[in-house]
């Protein structure tokens, strides 16, 4: 297991890295370190965000310099980032998807599967919150079935509508916003993902749990 | 209250951005010259953070319906308040039924005008700032129009004199081309022949150059990470995708991406940056971090010499 280290990301914030290759282990301890920065509420910090390999930390340098920074954040990053380390607020998540996505019948052939088994695999999947990015409470799920796996389409969409339940690689995901996409859309949820103006108004944090469940 | 008679392409509210909710993908958006911004709010005796007006692209008309203060800046613009002509980073008392007029921006890429009280629109995750991509933020989540009423806050109780004017050796060298970098996260990975690359020659801003990031054109940086797993990017971080050619994050980049990242622009110099338009060049300076944020709080110490001259001539 590496030690952490920190770099600086521009004048007010501080990459802390775990590693060099992404692993289910070293995601952990990105997500419990993340956890364990924000706990600490450390003065003069204003955000905290994890990704696959680091976590920056956001600060306030007219306050405080880099060099005044980075080995508070060090400290409770080598602490904290065990493997064994508990996950904070880690939450299980249930999404009702109704499968009816344009891609279904595509993806099903594509895989040399029925629509019935697209629908069942993806139903019977465990999956985690690696990261939350591309657009405001975007969550890029891991453990989709490996009969799943699927490369994304050649010709992205100009516009996926907000609630589409898509795969792409190993990853599933929906789509928090009306966006451009190139992800497999395969069915849709009305599951708010992303609303501004909810606390918090992103649904997914990274380090969460979710299944999807057929609507009722 | 202010309202649109002629609005140009581009107009919305912005403020220094959120601060809070990059965890939950949420950008910082915010102003693209975060100093003109902070200076302007100084010189109408806001606070510095308070939300303001971004223009760009084209002219336009505001009507203001009742007497006010005001000062504009960043971009350089012809503007006129009923007829006369109204100098940058100066503090402008106006009357009820007076026109601000600006015609075509004739340097720089985003103008800024503050108010006494600032924009009053709704507080999301921290910020009045727009997020178009979001759309929500600032005007309703959207670009400000012609028929839109804007109101303003409160007056702060300190405000400048009629026609105080920021020292202009407190401002950024918007003219200057060079804008000082710091390394960045994977700057080990890029090779010194990259290097010579990027610090030795100038680049030019291309087409491709918005609030989510500025395309530059000339020297291609090499290298062969490819894209790595993504990791969180900030404003003024420069990545470099794999074909070289390197792109500057801006106020409404995502908050992660896996393109290596060279270097980060210093945020004393992001106002110079930002304020390139495209066919104009760059040319990028390395210092370290320790002289980086020197020279930003440098930056803050002049905003500071601004408000105390601003309030010595109230």
């Known amino acids: 297991m590496e030690a952490p280290r920190t770099e600086p990301l521009g004048d007010s914030a501080v990459t802390i890295m775990f590693g060099t290759e992404r692993s289910p282990e070293l995601l952990k301890r990105v997500h419990s370190a993340a956890a364990s920065l924000l706990a600490a509420s450390i003065a003069d910090v204003k955000d905290v965000v994890p990704a696959y390999l680091s976590v920056a930390v956001f600060y306030d340098s007219l306050q405080k310099s880099y060099g005044e920074i980075a080995p508070t954040l060090l400290a409770i990053a080598r602490r904290t980032a065990l493997p064994a380390a508990r996950m904070q607020a880690s939450r299980a998540h249930d999404i009702p998807v109704v499968y009816d996505g344009p891609d279904l019948d595509l993806v099903a052939s594509a895989l040399g599967l029925t629509t019935e088994e697209v629908v069942a695999r993806h139903l019977a999947g465990h999956y985690s919150v690696d990261l939350i990015g591309f657009v405001p409470g975007f969550a890029y799920l891991s453990g989709l079935d490996p009969a799943l796996h699927l490369p994304r389409r050649t010709q992205p969409r100009p516009r996926v509508p907000a609630g589409s339940v898509a795969i792409a690689g190993a990853q599933t995901g929906v789509y928090p916003l009306d966006t451009p996409g190139g992800w497999h859309i395969i069915g849709r949820t009305d599951a708010v993902m992303f609303d501004p103006v909810r606390d918090p108004p992103a649904l997914l944090r990274a380090g969460d749990t979710a299944r999807f469940a057929l609507t009722r | ?314």
């Open chain 2, 1 to 314: 209250m202010i309202s649109v008679t002629r609005a140009p392409s581009y107009l919305t509210v912005q403020d220094l951005g959120r601060e809070h909710s990059r965890a939950f993908g949420v950008p910082r958006a915010g102003a693209m010259d975060r100093f003109a911004l902070q200076a302007l709010n100084t010189i109408v005796g806001n606070a510095t953070d308070a939300a303001v007006l971004e223009w760009a692209l084209g002219g336009g008309t505001l009507k203001l319906e009742t007497d006010c203060v005001f000062a504009l800046g960043g971009a350089r613009a012809r503007a006129a308040l009923s007829g006369d002509d109204v100098p940058p980073f100066t503090t402008i008392y106006a009357s009820a039924g007076d026109e601000l007029t600006i015609e075509q921006l004739t340097a720089g890429r985003f103008l800024y005008i503050a108010l006494a009280g600032g924009i009053d629109v709704p507080v999301i995750l921290g910020s009045r700032a727009t997020y178009l991509p979001g759309r929500f933020g600032g005007y309703a989540g959207r670009l400000i129009a012609r028929g839109d009423s804007i109101q303003t806050g409160d007056r702060p109780t300190m405000i400048p004199a009629r026609g105080f004017v920021c020292p202009a050796e407190l401002l950024p060298n918007y003219g200057s081309s060079v804008v000082r970098v710091t390394r960045g996260t994977h700057a080990d990975m890029f090779s010194d022949a990259a290097w010579r690359a990027f610090t030795g020659a100038e680049f030019i801003v291309s087409q491709a150059a918005d609030r989510t990031g500025y395309k530059l054109q000339g020297n291609v940086l090499p290298h062969s990470m490819g894209s790595l797993p993504s990791d969180v990017g900030c404003q003024g971080a420069i990545q470099v995708p794999g074909e070289g050619t390197p792109i500057v994050l801006m106020a409404d980049a995502p908050t992660v991406g896996g393109y290596p990242k060279i270097a980060v622009v210093a945020e004393a110099d992001l106002p110079i940056l930002s304020q390139r338009s495209p066919g104009e060049v760059v040319r990028f300076e390395l210092i370290t971090i320790e002289q980086s944020q020197r020279a930003l709080r440098r930056r803050a110490s002049d905003l500071n010499t601004i408000r105390s001259a601003g309030a010595a001539s109230a």
